[in-house]
């Protein structure tokens, strides 16, 4: 299984608009965050999570060629802001439609901002096509399986996701965007290889974890290794590797994670 980091960001982004500080300032490129999403590879099976506004370009830079379906964990502009630009891979699917998987808030939010595009077909070549599903506890595949957990958001619940590469055995669990991780999740989660957790900044947050409430649900889920994701201009990538536990790292835009 691979695990691509298109981006480790918050909302806003790193560098933000019209900041001087230490980190927007930072010539070390792990400090340069676009919104947070992923792409991973499972014996060949290509899953995209969300869909960030930077997505055209964090394609290009990973060289991101081919989805089989997507995945958007909750309807917020950071992360489906980007879905205009899945159009090319409708072409590449020979122009059907993308299956998009979601919760019933993320399904209304995709019709709000996409109507053209909610069809079996695109309209013409070039055009974005989505079928719309809602998400389930369990997808089956004949390279493995995808679980779902929802996870308190604000006033929404986000999908957590822990996928299970068949040939490999290999577990990885993506919980980004949440307040709290609850028990369910939490045991959902154990026995992973990788972890990556909303890790939003120190100080708290009312939607997001702290740095410090997501090390406790690393902890209690004991994973060999976790990574943060989700993070502000408040993280330093050098500053905050070296606090962190061991086994406890922040993620960065581009990192590929091979289990």
Known sequence: MEVIFLGTGTSQGVPMIACDCAVCSSTDARNRRTRASIHVRMDGLCVQVDAAPEFRLQCLREGIRKMDFFILTHGHADHIAGMDDLRRFCDLLGGTALTVYATEEGMRRVRAMY????????????????????????????????????????GVDTIGLVLTERSTGKKFTYYTDCKVVPPAAVALARGSDAVVLDGLRPQPHPSHMSIGEAVAVAQEIGAPQTWLTHLTHSSDYAELSAALPAGILPAYDGMRLTL
């Not at 079996?120 to 070549?125: D, I």
Request: proline share 15%; no cysteine.
């Open 115 to 154: 109507p053209y595009a909610i069809a079996e077909r695109p309209v013409s070549k070039g055009y974005a096509a989505f079928r719309l599903v809602t998400m389930p506890d369990k997808l089956e595949f004949p390279e493995g399986t995808i679980q779902s957990t929802p996870l308190p958001h604000g």
